[in-house]
């Protein structure tokens, strides 16, 4: 009985499954920006901190784990390929749970979403349209390693620096606001680049065309670097020129660091892309806050 019972498909996915669908170390990029928009809103946070808590929640385990369960979902074929261990081609999430467990955290994002506001609101729906397209056919926008990267850059870090601000200023927020997201967000199209190192084999057989695929690894690292490099360029430019030089060099020092770490991964850059998620890319959202200080200080 107890072998007949082993062998047996399950019914009801695992619990620590579930949590491993939604991907906890994917949450703190977007709850980083949220927290950046919050801060370079120049509002203070007096009387606000219930919208800044349920922000930052729903940036985080929300928003961002619903858009992992449905990767995970879109993705079952090739992660039977790439990482057969994980929670749907395992079987530990049976059926169609993953899909089950995507759509209920739509719904979700969308009812918390409403609680903040038109403009919160708004970037929730916009956040939920985003992470089926990017996954889901007919448009699986992941398979262009020009847009994948890209609308994954926006829903990582320029969509909730867009919402913090939004949120706690009640209205659109400044224009040195958005322009500085907005490059942030572009840079992190190195970042999301970067991250598809991992699943070049099983992209390559299902025709996933990540830049690792089309470029080649080598090429498309390098590609990698100059996206993230020129964003933060111009924003210590940008700093600097609107009167916060001691911010603009921090952000400068800290790029001359990731430089350092870049010709690190440089010599081996399908091994060396997980040490440089470690290490550049946490430089990376240091200058993020950095900036968003540096654009309170200016309202």
């Not at 370079?40 to 929640?57: A, D, K, T």
């Not at 928003?63 to 990482?83: F, L, T, Y």
């Not at 390559?204 to 498309?220: D, F, H, I, K, Y």
Request: proline share 8%.
């Amino acid at each position: 009985m107890t072998y007949l019972t082993a062998l047996s498909p399950r019914h009801l996915p695992e619990p620590a499954a579930m949590l491993r669908l939604i991907k906890p170390v994917t949450w703190f990029p977007p709850m980083w920006a949220y927290l950046c928009g919050v801060i370079s809103s120049g509002v203070s946070p007096s009387g606000q901190w219930g919208l800044i808590v349920l922000g930052v929640i729903l940036a985080g385990p929300i928003v961002c784990g619903m858009s992992q369960a449905a990767n995970d979902w879109c993705d079952r074929h090739v992660d039977a390929i790439n990482e057969p261990g994980r929670p749907i081609p395992s079987g530990r999430i049976p059926g169609k749970w993953g899909l089950y467990i995507a759509l209920a955290m739509s719904v979700l994002s969308l009812i918390i979403g409403a609680q903040l506001g038109p403009w919160g609101f708004g970037a929730t729906v916009f956040g939920v349209l985003a992470a089926w397209a990017y996954s889901a056919e007919p448009v699986r926008l992941k398979r262009s390693g020009w847009w994948g990267p890209g609308l994954v850059g926006l829903c990582y870090e320029g969509l909730p620096w867009f919402t913090g601000a939004a949120v706690l200023s009640v209205g659109a927020p400044s224009w040195p606001v958005i322009i500085i997201a907005s490059l942030y967000a572009t840079g992190a199209h190195g970042i999301m680049t970067l991250n598809d190192f991992k699943a070049l084999e099983g992209d390559r057989q299902m025709g996933v065309n990540s830049l690792p695929v089309t470029l080649g690894p080598e090429r498309a690292a390098r590609m990698a670097c100059w996206i993230m490099t020129i964003p933060q360029i111009i924003v210590a430019a940008l700093l600097f020129t609107w009167g916060k030089p001691l911010f603009a060099a921090a952000i400068a020092a800290l790029l001359v660091a990731q430089i350092w770490a870049m010709t690190i991964l440089l010599t081996d850059p399908k091994a060396r892309a997980p040490w440089y998620n470690g290490t550049g890319v946490a430089m990376y959202v240091s200058g993020m806050m950095i900036a968003a200080f540096a654009l309170r200080s200016m309202l």
